[in-house]
């Protein structure tokens, strides 16, 4: 079934946010490695491959469809932060704002009966309720440590033995 000219511009404005929340991570990671806080930076780091990894995804998705692929403007990243916790509850609104914008996409499939869409769309709303999550509690852990280094340590270390991209 052909691609609604609507559902091709709502995946290709995904492509860009996808490719927006790459970004916003990216500019994270070399905060943090500014702040020589290596772990949160690699952290940031592996993020930020994972949300370009999502723009593929969108990408490769829109070829299979015969969609036309065009990648959008991207406004600049949050590049001043006050605190690690300031980083991460950034980030956890960028998540909330990307899954928002995911359910619109589902929506939109529903509505204009794009079964194939639904599954693939399908995948990422799971995927955002693990970001969300692991987001919001590393905001939580952090909340809780009020701005004490030897606890900001330990989640230091912690989050800089993620291995790779694309995993938790
Ligand atoms: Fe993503
Ligand atoms: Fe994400």
């Known amino acids: 079934m052909a691609l609604a000219e609507r559902m091709e511009t709502a995946l290709n404005d995904q492509v860009t946010r996808e490719l927006s929340a790459s970004l916003a991570y990216l500019q994270m990671a070399a905060h943090f490695e500014a702040e020589e806080r290596p772990g949160m930076a690699r952290w940031m780091a592996a993020q930020s491959d994972e949300e370009a990894g999502h723009a593929r995804m969108f990408i490769d998705y829109l070829v299979d469809r015969d969609g036309r692929v065009e990648i959008g403007a991207i406004d600049a990243p949050v590049s001043k932060f006050d605190s690690p916790l300031h980083v991460f509850e950034e980030a956890l609104r960028h998540e909330r704002y990307v899954t928002e914008e995911i359910r619109n996409l589902y929506r939109l499939a529903t509505e204009l009966g794009d079964l194939e869409s639904l599954p693939f769309l399908q995948g990422f709303l799971v995927e955002q309720v693990e ?13 809780r440590l009020d701005g004490s280094e030897v606890g900001l340590a330990l989640i230091e270390a912690e989050l800089g033995g993620r291995t790779g991209t694309g995993e938790e």
């Open 131 to 143: 970001e969300e999550a692991l987001v919001s509690g590393i905001c939580e852990r952090i909340g």
